[in-house]
């Protein structure tokens, strides 16, 4: 016979998520107890730790992927109405800005584990590509951080006249260039080492530095220089 209610509120107190994180603290929950507390219930076959699993398990058990589901996307799973979905997206939006908080603090580069940290937050969870420059003065302070374009899955178009424009605006004497790979590849593309080389070209004409070219990933990055392609 199935319950009538699998409400949160009907469990034993000790299976009871909210009552969990006051009395032992959010650490001791899994994934799927804290987005309980999120959505409150789940459907009269199932609870909402149960539904909470379910969403979990269609994106691997993998919060940055749980990040990336639309509100459309969640209001396919069952017991799943706008208000839950809007309430997870708009916790994991706060996670993301909770992990991009402390970066913004950082004003100076000093490798390519920096620039990978910086960036990571803002690119690393995108399904499609972005192409950003860091503006950097003799210290390697930032002067500037620049989105240039947003494009598809595979690729973005980038105008290097608008970065070296800028450059001049901002009296840069050496840029990064940062982009993701939404595959999670990171080898880089022919177009990649293109681009990355007509920088280098266009930029020394000006006395401009191409310091470095990041790609970022979900997990990692890829670095030129380290790599010695620049």
Not at 37 to 64: C, F, M, N, P, W
Request: no cysteine; hydrophobic share 40%.
């Amino acid at each position: 016979m199935v319950p009538k209610s699998f409400s949160i509120k009907n469990w034993s107190e000790d299976d009871q998520p909210r009552e969990k994180l006051r009395d032992k603290g959010s650490r001791f929950l899994s994934d799927a107890e804290l987005i309980a507390i999120l959505i409150g219930s789940g459907t009269v076959q199932e609870s909402a730790v149960d539904l909470s699993k379910r969403i979990l398990s269609s994106v691997q058990h993998d919060l940055q992927g749980l990040g990336q589901l639309t509100i459309a996307q969640l209001m396919m799973f069952k017991g799943i109405g706008e208000a839950k979905a809007v309430k997870i997206r708009a916790a994991m939006e706060l996670s993301r800005r909770r992990r991009e908080a402390p970066l913004k603090r950082l004003n100076k580069i000093n490798s390519s584990l920096s620039v990978f940290e910086l960036m990571h937050p803002l690119l690393g969870h995108l399904a499609y590509e972005e192409f950003w420059v860091l503006y950097l003065n003799n210290s390697n302070k930032i002067l500037a951080k620049t989105q240039l374009s947003k494009g598809g899955i595979t690729s973005t178009i980038v105008d290097v006249r608008i970065v070296l424009k800028e450059a001049l605006e901002h009296s840069a004497t050496a840029i990064v260039l940062v982009h993701n790979h939404p595959s999670g590849g990171l080898n880089p593309s022919e177009s990649d080492k293109k681009l990355t080389q007509k920088f280098k070209l266009a930029a020394k004409s000006l006395d401009i530095k191409v310091l470095d070219h990041i790609i970022v990933t979900e997990k990692t990055y890829f670095s030129f220089s380290d790599e010695s392609l620049l």
